[in-house]
């Protein structure tokens, strides 16, 4: 989990990072799929320009976007993702 903090990071940057290491073309699976979550308006209107400038550049996709609700860690084998990964 990326956990964000406003005074080190705009908002804007981690979507940066995000779209550098998500694949838009997705899973068929369902809980493999990538998506957005935002807390106000704000951080809304910045992920849907953000996603039209990454749809300009790579094409049509479907990303879903939705407000932030409850959130539930997924099993201990499913974190730290990348560092396993890299071994």
């Given at each position: 989990?990326?956990?964000?903090?406003?005074?080190?990071?705009?908002?804007?940057?981690?979507?940066?990072?995000?779209?550098?290491?998500?694949?838009?073309?997705?899973?068929?699976?369902?809980?493999?799929?990538?998506?957005?979550?935002?807390?106000?308006?704000?951080?809304?209107?910045?992920?849907?320009?953000s996603?039209?400038?990454?749809?300009?550049?790579?094409?049509?996709?479907?990303?879903?976007?939705?407000?932030?609700?409850?959130?539930w860690?997924?099993?201990?084998?499913h974190?730290?993702?990348?560092?396993?990964?890299?071994?």
């Open positions: 989990m990326v956990q964000f903090d406003p005074e080190r990071t705009s908002y804007q940057q981690m979507l940066e990072v995000f779209w550098a290491n998500v694949s838009v073309r997705g899973s068929p699976k369902t809980q493999y799929k990538s998506a957005i979550w935002y807390h106000d308006d704000e951080q809304k209107a910045v992920i849907e320009q996603m039209a400038e990454q749809q300009k550049r790579k094409g049509a996709f479907k990303m879903d976007v939705m407000p932030a609700t409850q959130w860690d997924a099993e201990g084998y974190q730290k993702y990348y560092a396993k990964r890299r071994r």
